[in-house]
């Protein structure tokens, strides 16, 4: 009798043992919170999201225009809110937060102040995808691609340190893309920066007029993006995000597909 209890025993085991093999592991999600250089069509958002093994567990969020502060303000934070509500269905939900663009001064309605508003608002931010499961990552401004003499430009310091700052208080992952994009777009130099923009660069764009030529006084010139990425500059970014999220948080190192596949 003994023998045969145990027999049974062993078997419910091993049923129980097979069926738990059989369930699929819970996915990991990414939510991208952030502005344009982030955002569908002009950022790297939709890039990065391409690189995950699970296309469809990363979801940009992200808005051109958006800063800190607006991005709250217009409602958009409550959809981030939303899905993080629903995390019970994902191993680990990771949201990127990216701003500093559109909170520096001159953007009515979007300017944050550096000293102030802006390190409370991303400290909410972060306090409250922690407060709902979440996992969040702050990430410095993805630079500009304008060079000066031969230096390129740099404007985003206080804000860099704010959410530098901002992660060492609250104890979450940083991508200082700032400061890799800087130094990378810093050495490839202006021709090839801007290769990186989402439509080729003007004929004589940047240069002195040629001899004989008078240009004319109040003419519209046209104006050059080297903020935002087209598809070459997309894909340079978003692996360059990748590989600090992986270095930053080693655990979602498995989440992106093979270099052959990407």
Not at 35 to 57: K, L, P, V, W
Not at 138 to 167: Q, Y
Not at 215 to 235: I, P
Request: some cysteine.
């Amino acid at each position: 009798m003994k023998k045969l209890i145990s027999c049974a025993a062993l078997a419910l085991l091993a049923g129980g043992t097979a069926q738990a093999a059989d369930t699929p592991a819970k996915p990991v999600r990414f939510l991208l919170v952030g502005d344009s250089t982030m955002a569908n069509s002009s950022g790297y958002g939709d890039a990065f999201c391409a690189r995950i093994n699970r296309a469809n567990t990363c979801l940009n969020l992200a808005k051109g225009g958006r800063s800190s502060g607006s991005f709250r303000a217009e409602g958009r934070w409550d959809e981030v809110e939303g899905l993080l509500r629903g995390s019970a269905a994902y191993r680990a939900t990771y949201v990127l937060i990216q701003f500093g663009h559109n909170d520096q001064p001159g953007k009515p309605g979007r300017s944050t102040d550096v000293k102030t508003e802006f390190p409370a608002n991303m400290t909410r931010y972060v306090q409250e995808v922690k407060a709902l499961g979440g996992v969040p990552v702050l990430v410095t401004p993805l630079t500009r691609r304008t060079f000066k003499d031969g230096t390129l430009e740099n404007s985003f310091g206080p804000w860099n340190d704010a959410i530098r700052a901002t992660a060492a208080a609250q104890k979450v992952a940083l991508l200082d893309l700032n400061a890799e994009s800087y130094a990378a777009v810093q050495a490839m130099g202006q021709d090839e920066a801007d290769t990186l923009a989402m439509a080729p660069r003007p004929d004589g764009y940047g240069q002195p007029a040629p001899a004989g030529k008078v240009e004319v006084a109040g003419a519209a010139k046209t104006a050059f993006d080297r903020t935002h990425l087209g598809a070459k500059g997309a894909a340079y970014f978003s692996r360059m995000v990748m590989e600090e999220l992986k270095r930053a948080v080693p655990e979602t190192a498995g989440q992106f597909k093979p270099e052959s596949e990407q």
